[in-house]
């Protein structure tokens, strides 16, 4: 497992893959400074429209597209809207996509600068000075991105994510989820005894996966352990028969 998402899976500290969309919401709101917000028949427009009752503005990019939920988060603090009348199997996978974006993008970052400087670099962190040379210096060396939010609601004309930013944040929540959810050491022998479709509603019913989210994991594993094992017989000079 890479560091950054052990050290993710970490701070989540989930203990049941299984738990239910109420124990989820208890474990992070819990531990996180998180506020959860259950909105029917979510959209971009209702996040936006919720928040700018409480703090006018634009907070985000709201064009119209499908999402199961969003997280906003200023100061260490988040929001977690998510949509109730989701099927609980797409609800437990938003709330912890979500808090992964969190957790990832926000609560880390924040804890390794706080860590390298202490509390003098919270009005850097929330806004309220730019940092020192030698402050932008020492969080650049750390890896401590500096005020940087990436609007993930944001879209091309086709409908797909605007930037590789957005990709890469997207793909890094989706893996922090899965582990939480699904953890590779419980999935890798199902992949490697089942077939593929077999797996996958393996993973359907036995850890609770969307479909869409199953087909993904299973996928990517499979492509994994082949391109291992490629790599392990090239290594040894053995020809795949």
């Known amino acids: 497992m890479e560091s950054w998402l052990q050290e993710a899976v970490e701070a989540c500290a989930l203990k049941d893959c299984h738990a ?41 990019t709201t064009q119209d597209h499908d999402l199961h939920g969003f997280m906003a988060w200023w100061r260490g603090h988040g929001i977690l809207f998510f949509d109730n009348q989701r099927k609980e199997a797409e609800q437990r996978f938003t709330i912890v996509h979500e808090v992964a974006h ?45 005020n940087l939010r990436t609007d993930l609601m ?18 890094r929540a989706d893996r922090v989820a899965l582990e939480l959810l699904a953890p590779v050491e419980r999935v890798l022998p199902l992949v490697k005894q089942l077939s593929r479709e077999d797996a996958i509603r393996s993973l359907q019913f036995q850890f609770h996966l969307p479909v869409v989210k199953a087909t993904e994991y299973i996928d990517g594993l499979r492509r994994r352990l082949r391109m291992s094992r490629f790599s392990i017989a090239e290594f040894l000079g053995v020809e795949e028969g």
């Open 20 to 60: 239910s969309v109420h124990d989820l919401l208890d474990c992070f709101c819990g531990q996180f400074h998180i506020r959860p917000v259950a909105l029917p028949r979510f959209t971009p427009q209702t996040a936006q429209d919720w928040l700018s009752r409480r703090s006018p503005g634009q907070w985000f």
């Open 102 to 146: 969190f957790v990832l993008e926000e609560w880390l970052p924040r804890r390794r600068a706080l860590s390298v400087f202490g509390p003098e670099i919270l009005p850097v962190l929330d806004g309220e000075r730019a940092p020192s040379p030698e402050e932008a210096l020492t969080l650049f060396f750390e890896q401590v991105p500096l």
């Open 154 to 171: 944001a879209r091309d004309a086709s409908g797909g994510y605007a930037s590789r930013d957005v990709v890469v944040a997207e793909h």
